[in-house]
């Protein structure tokens, strides 16, 4: 990829520059930031070869973490360490710095999206996989301890190619339709288009500064890109990367909103929007036909046909705030509650097709509800969600959208996961003391049937399966960590695959076919 040949000569280069310049020690932070990591990283810290250093990406490294990446460098990646430059007050200083938030951001719309397109000109498409794997039943795993993404024949768990990926991914990866290609968005806003058959990447755009996911068109010719900054929604071709729309985001008061999330909605042929700052969801639809419910009178009062907008926008307003979501499986219904909620206030229930709350949800302690599962239970279909906050699993009838049982965990939890062919759901216990345990809660009664506690003392999350439902990949979120096969019938452990921090997991098959266990 040129943007890693970039980066590793200009890391040279801003090292040799430094070197020339003889010990600079301590000049006040915002000189020694143009001094040795603008060249990198962006004048204006929003990033260029290396990734943005501002709040909202930096969040997860905590202040020493951050001073000791700067004076001895980052292994296996292309950042130098500065100590011979800098001393620990100096480092020290960058941080307060790099922890301000910036005030004015620069423009980053159609135009300078395209031109951070950055395609890979050694990539050679192919007309098979060149590997002998079942193509539905490969499953990537995202390793964010040094920044890769490792592909793993499902069957016989060889990892097929271990590639390098922009700086800090979030969110699920998305499947084309087919399965063949994988888009991968960075908390950069980043996002890089890989070829599973030819296993290349085949090229990377910055589809915003700060985003949070992306989503999938059902129809597989659009990625949507949500961001925090700036406050906008992006619409990517698949095809080449290049920018097909830029929705700035704004409430029907005018007041600007990042976005939280957005997610594809197949049978409606739109994206739903979460939205942070205001109490609105957005459906932005690329079909042909959108139903015609309630859109915005911008593109109305123009005088064009449905078919003359490119992509539509109906703006739905809420009694509250809500940024996280749960599609039921007909995905007619919103269950979605605010992150920023304080311990007990609750969700709401939305049903699409009329636009109107339907439901209040009775939601203990900050729900991650876009890592719930859905599976058949006394003729009903029910829905479990992870809290961070309070340490039970809800879960919640989804007809009369009543909470039937709080599952008591051994803390706060981030993912629930589960398989149509499996008799168990997995739920982590990612918070606190005991985040090295894993519960497997039983789908009909309700009960833990086992603890594990794969690695002793070390972090243990996030579960996905092979496409049959056989086994079970459990993480070790460590940077020693590892991705431990359990056969999902025995609760055995059957092989321990070695890996950088990995977090997220996901099996072609499970993804491209809306599995109700996971996440779409
Ligand atoms: Fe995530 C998915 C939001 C923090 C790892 N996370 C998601 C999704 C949302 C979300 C909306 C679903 C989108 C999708 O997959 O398309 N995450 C948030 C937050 O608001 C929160 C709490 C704070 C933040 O600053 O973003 C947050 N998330 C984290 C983490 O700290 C995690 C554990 C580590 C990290 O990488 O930052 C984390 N989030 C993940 C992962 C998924 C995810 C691995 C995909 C799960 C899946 O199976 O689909």
Not at 87 to 112: H, N, R, S
Not at 142 to 153: F, I, K, N, P, Y
Not at 235 to 256: F, H, N, R, W, Y
Request: charged residues 20%.
């Amino acid at each position: 990829m040129t943007r890693s040949t970039n980066f590793s000569k200009i890391a040279r280069l801003a090292t040799a520059v430094v070197a020339l310049s003889g010990s600079l020690g301590f000049a006040g932070p915002n000189e020694d930031y143009q001094e040795h990591c603008a060249s990198c990283h962006g004048e204006d810290r929003l990033g260029g070869s290396g990734p943005a250093l501002i709040p909202e990406t930096l969040r997860k490294i905590r202040g020493p973490n951050l001073a000791e990446v700067i004076l001895n460098g980052r292994v296996a990646t292309q950042m130098p360490g500065f100590s011979e430059y800098l001393d620990q007050g100096g480092a020290d200083a960058i941080v307060e710095l790099l922890q301000t938030p910036i005030e004015v951001l620069p423009p980053w719309g159609e135009e300078e999206i395209n031109a951070s397109r950055d395609m890979n000109p050694d990539y050679i498409p192919v007309d098979a996989p060149v590997w002998d794997a079942d193509p539905m039943n490969i499953t990537v795993v995202v390793e964010t301890g040094d920044h890769h993404v490792s592909v793993l024949d499902g069957d016989t768990f060889e990892v097929l190619d271990r590639f390098p990926t922009p700086f800090a991914v979030h969110g699920g990866p998305k499947y084309d339709p087919t399965g063949r290609y994988l888009f991968i968005m960075s908390r950069d806003g980043w996002v890089q288009k890989y070829d599973i058959y030819a296993l290349q990447t085949v090229g990377q755009v910055r589809a915003g500064l700060n985003s949070r996911n992306i989503a999938m068109s059902s129809d597989g010719k659009w990625l949507a890109v949500a961001s925090y900054l700036p406050n906008m929604l992006t619409i990517l071709s698949t095809e080449d990367l290049t920018v097909a729309k830029v929705q700035m985001v704004k409430g029907k008061d005018g007041t600007p909103s990042r976005v939280a999330a957005v997610y594809q909605v197949p049978p409606r042929e739109s994206f739903v929007l979460a939205l942070k700052d205001v109490p609105e969801i957005w459906e932005i639809f690329y079909g042909k036909n959108p139903p015609q419910f309630g859109f915005a009178h911008d593109w109305r009062t123009e005088g064009l046909a449905h078919t003359d907008i490119p992509f539509p926008v109906r703006k739905i307003t809420l009694p509250d705030y809500l940024d996280d979501f749960f599609f039921d499986q007909t995905y007619e219904y919103i269950m979605g509650a605010s992150r920023d909620g304080a311990e007990g206030t609750g969700g709401q229930v939305i049903d699409l097709v009329i636009g109107h709350k339907i439901a209040d949800l009775d939601l203990p302690g900050m729900p991650h509800l876009s890592s719930g599962t859905t599976w058949e239970r006394n003729g009903t279909t029910v829905m479990a969600t992870p809290h961070m906050r309070g340490g039970v699993v809800s879960v919640i009838d989804m007809s009369t959208w009543e909470t039937i049982k709080l599952i008591e965990a051994k803390g706060p939890g981030f993912f629930v996961r589960s398989h149509e062919n499996s008799k168990y759901i997995w739920a982590d216990v990612f918070f606190g003391p005991n985040r090295d345990l894993m519960h497997v809660i039983d789908k009909q009664s309700l009960e833990i049937v086992k603890t594990l506690q794969p690695a002793v003392g070390k972090t243990v999350a996030h579960v996905e399966f092979t496409k049959d439902g056989r086994y079970a990949l459990v993480s070790v979120w460590e940077d020693d960590g590892a991705v431990i096969i359990y056969d999902a019938e025995t609760l055995e452990e059957v092989r321990r695959l070695p890996m950088r921090k990995p977090s997220g997991k996901y099996n072609v098959w499970n993804k491209i076919t809306f599995s109700e266990g996971t996440s779409h």
